[in-house]
């Protein structure tokens, strides 16, 4: 009986990953072969798909599906970027889908590209998610730096121009916006597992005015609590990293 009852949910097994890897591969196809509004309706209702079934996922990143996403995310279209945003953002709550995002670096190449986007949605949920990922695991930050220098160096920029853009806006840039940056920053500088790398990182966002956003941000009326405490956290680890703080002691004995 235990025999028999095995083999059934053997068969059953096999019968529902059919059934799914046929689901996604519609799923893919649908997107890849759409466009206007049935493909904006189709990117749409990805996000409600992977919360529904969370067995998707998992075929789905197998099956080129974040490749799918990336390659229709890089048309111009808010709406196409919002909507894969969404859905991308339902995917890294999985483990399966997290992994996938990790394995594939153009992934985070695309979010932070999408940063220089002028459209704001766009941007705050890119921040938002590359957040999540630097958060998930320490190692996440070097994957990020990684997708950051490609992207701005296929453009000859600096790394991270695409965030120091919006600082240097100032007064002109979304608070909202801003936070997201500087929290991003510290979360990346406190994994950074190296000193070479460390300074890598920040003598880019000296270069690009970074000191001069900082003292402005710190001092911007009227103050904004959680500006001033993410940006004196980027300022006192890099005074700790100069030295700096012990020369005060020092000097304070």
């Known amino acids: 009986m235990e025999i028999i009852q095995y083999l059934y949910r053997y068969k059953w097994s096999i019968v529902l990953r059919t059934h799914l890897n046929v689901r996604v591969h519609a799923c893919i196809d649908k997107l890849l072969n759409s466009d206007g509004r049935e493909l904006r309706r189709s990117l749409f209702s990805l996000k409600q798909i992977f919360q529904d079934d969370k067995d998707l996922v998992h075929e789905f990143v197998n099956n080129e599906g974040l490749q799918c996403l990336v390659k229709i995310g890089g048309a111009n279209d808010q709406n196409y970027q919002n909507y894969i ?8 709550l999985y483990v399966d889908g997290m992994n996938a995002v990790i394995d594939q670096n153009e992934v985070i190449q695309w979010l932070y590209s999408l940063v220089e986007s002028s459209f704001r949605l766009v941007v705050k949920t890119s921040l938002k998610l590359l957040i999540i990922f630097a958060e998930y695991i320490d190692s996440n930050a070097l994957l990020i730096l990684s997708a950051v220098s490609v992207v701005d160096r296929s453009s000859k920029h600096l790394l991270w121009s695409n ?9 002109n840039s979304s608070s909202e916006v801003v936070l997201l940056i500087i929290t991003l920053f510290n979360t990346i500088i406190s994994a950074i597992p190296d000193q ?3 300074y890598d990182m920040t003598d880019a966002l000296e270069k690009q005015g970074m000191h001069r956003c900082t003292q402005f941000f710190l001092n911007k009326k009227p103050a904004e609590e959680d500006l001033i405490e993410q940006f004196n956290i980027y300022d006192t680890v890099l005074r700790r990293e100069d030295g700096e703080d012990d020369e005060i002691v020092a000097q304070s004995t």
């Open 163 to 171: 965030a120091m853009k919006i600082l240097n806006e100032m007064d």
């Open 196 to 198: 070479d790398t460390f």
């Open 85 to 92: 945003l969404r859905a991308l953002g339902q995917l890294m």
